[in-house]
């Protein structure tokens, strides 16, 4: 017997910069760009993600809500049925009606889909809220591995104790993120409280995620599957081991360059990033690290991304909903408290 084929996880970002709410709080600064997604590329992509050599872990960041876009859910339930892929998974404010969820989950394989369904009470009525829990235990019910988000402001811990002993009850894991940004004039997740503090770690749902995204862990020289089994996608097919490769400090030659001609640090920029790139999968062949190597940044703020650490599979099973990991050592009693829950396959 032949023996099974790599996994490969794989944060995939659309630009389908397109939402039916607008948070204030909404950390999506592409949100204020046009839409420039496009379907014969994000096509293009699948069919070259799934030539690849390897089970596939997909989490498509959409840059807005998938609801609104046919091509993209057509996409996912295409990727869902496919033997290659382990895991689709994408996030989702859940406004959308009964009726265009449920036609979505019939033609999707629901066992190897995964939705995070974030909860924006603030922005919508009572009555929406209760719609969207309705939604939520439709979909749970279907076999989903879904959790719901929600985004840890300082004045909001009372919600979050309710919302969490509610979909505790569900079987839903509740996963909220750091609040990041000035509240009341106060910078945060730096001004959460002694208090605030000691909670936080039930709300992110595992205490890697509260070092990662809260205490802001310096993961520099950590061994991490970057590169090697982890990969991010740009919308035009460019490969970066992870996502903070966007993002690179300045270095002191684009300080000084900056003080000469504003334009030449966002091109030495660009130029860091090339030769950081792995290629790009729509003309490229896949080429990945032998081996998991040391990160060279300071912080990991993605949840998606954090969980590709090689301490996380040490300690924490992987699933088909990249977000969610769950801790080896208490697997029986999160298996039973949320159904939905197991472990990727050679993973554990």
């Known amino acids: 017997m032949s023996e099974p084929l790599p996994i490969l996880s794989v944060r995939w970002q659309l630009k389908f910069t397109k939402c039916s709410l607008k948070c204030p709080y909404c950390i999506a600064e592409w949100t204020k760009r046009p839409v420039e997604f496009r379907a014969d590329l994000f096509t293009a992509i699948i069919g070259r993600l799934l030539a690849q050599p390897y089970r596939l872990v997909i ?9 609104l876009s046919p091509e993209i859910q057509e996409g996912v339930v295409r990727l869902s049925r496919h033997p ?6 994408f996030s989702t404010n859940m406004m959308a009606s009964d009726e265009k969820v449920s036609a979505f989950l019939d033609r999707a394989d629901c066992s190897k889909l995964g939705m995070g369904c974030t909860l924006h009470d603030t922005q919508i009525t009572s009555e929406q809220v209760e719609g969207f829990f309705r939604r ?13 988000g929600y985004v ?12 969490k002993d509610r979909l505790d009850a569900m079987g839903v894991p509740f996963i909220s993120n750091e609040y990041n940004g000035a ?3 106060v910078p945060y997740p730096e001004a959460y409280t002694p208090q605030q503090r000691q909670e936080l770690p039930k709300f992110l749902w595992a205490d890697h995620y509260y070092r990662m995204l809260v205490e802001r862990e310096n993961p520099k020289g ?14 035009d097919g460019k490969i970066l081991r992870c996502g903070m490769e966007r993002n690179l400090p300045w270095t002191l030659a684009q300080k000084v360059a900056w003080r000469v001609n504003k334009d030449w640090p966002a091109k030495m920029q660009q130029d860091r990033i090339m030769k950081r790139s792995l290629g790009n999968i729509l ?20 949840g998606n991304e954090a969980q590709a650490f090689d301490a996380v599979g040490k300690e924490y099973h ?23 829950l197991r472990p990727l396959p050679d993973e554990g």
């Not at 989490?59 to 609801?67: A, C, H, S």
């Not at 290659?84 to 998974?89: L, T, W």
């Not at 840890?152 to 919302?163: L, N, S, T, V, W």
């Open 183 to 185: 509240f009341e004039h």
């Open 84 to 89: 290659k892929v382990e895991g689709v998974s």
């Open 222 to 235: 950590k061994p991490c599957q970057a590169g090697h089994r982890y990969i991010y996608l740009g919308s």
């Open 59 to 67: 989490r498509l960041g959409v840059e807005g809500e998938i609801f």
């Open 318 to 340: 992987r699933t088909r909903t990249l977000r969610v990991i769950y801790p080896k050592d208490r697997a029986a009693e999160y298996e039973a408290r949320y159904p939905n």
């Open 283 to 302: 003309t490229d062949d896949l080429r990945l690290d032998a081996a998991p190597g040391p990160c060279p940044h300071t912080s990991c703020t993605c």
């Open 152 to 163: 840890a402001k300082p004045d909001c811990f009372e919600q979050m104790r309710r919302y």
């Open 136 to 148: 939520i235990e439709m979909i749970q019910k279907r076999g989903v591995l879904l959790f719901v």
